[in-house]
């Protein structure tokens, strides 16, 4: 027999598990972003790599509120950037070094981004399986709360208010489709 505290345990797991995976998307949303990032920053520098060997790179750079400067770099030499080399440590180095260091921690960075997915897929899977248990568990409550040995009583004819009363449990059904919610 299921008991009202047992389901309500059981709806704290589902919705702290939905929490988890709500938090696990938004973070594999902000490591998709840094890596867009990186393999837009990773182009423009292959793009002036290229350019410099004809002793023409240039490039426009937002310094922010919508100020851009221009940049121009005369050698045929390749160019350096200042790039963060971790810890807060920042360093000069060669173009074709800055894309070899971006590329490395793009793949770093998908790594993560896999593992959060694995990670995810676990999550939903558990979700799915403690919902089917909040599920059987409201519903044998449900059975063992309703007395089974009263005849029912003619349904007495519907009014307004009845109606309205109905839309209302029918909003408040949670999302697996019962009566009772993870509230309950």
Do not use: Y
Request: aromatic share 4%; net charge negative; hydrophobic share 35%.
């Amino acid at each position: 027999m299921v008991d009202r505290s047992e389901l309500q345990n059981k709806a704290r797991l589902v919705e702290s598990h939905r929490q988890h995976l709500e938090e696990l998307q938004r973070r594999m949303d902000q490591i998709i972003s840094v890596i867009n990032e990186h393999q837009v920053t990773e182009e423009i520098l292959s793009r002036l790599v290229s350019m410099s060997s004809s002793g023409d790179a240039k490039a426009h750079v937002s310094i922010g509120a919508g100020v851009t400067l221009n940049f121009k770099h005369h050698d045929e030499g390749e160019g350096t950037a200042v790039v963060d080399l971790g810890a807060g440590i920042f360093g000069e180095r060669k173009w074709s070094d800055v894309i070899k260091l971006l590329s490395s921690r793009r793949d770093e960075f998908n790594e993560l981004h896999e593992t959060l997915l694995k990670q995810a897929a676990a999550i939903e899977e558990k979700l799915g399986t403690l919902a089917q248990e909040f599920n059987e568990a409201a519903e044998k409550l449900q059975t063992t709360s309703t007395p089974q040995s009263q005849p029912e009583a003619e349904p007495a004819p519907a009014t307004n208010d009845d109606e309205k009363t109905k839309t209302k449990s029918r909003r408040r059904a949670g999302m697996f489709g019962n009566e009772l919610t993870l509230d309950d």
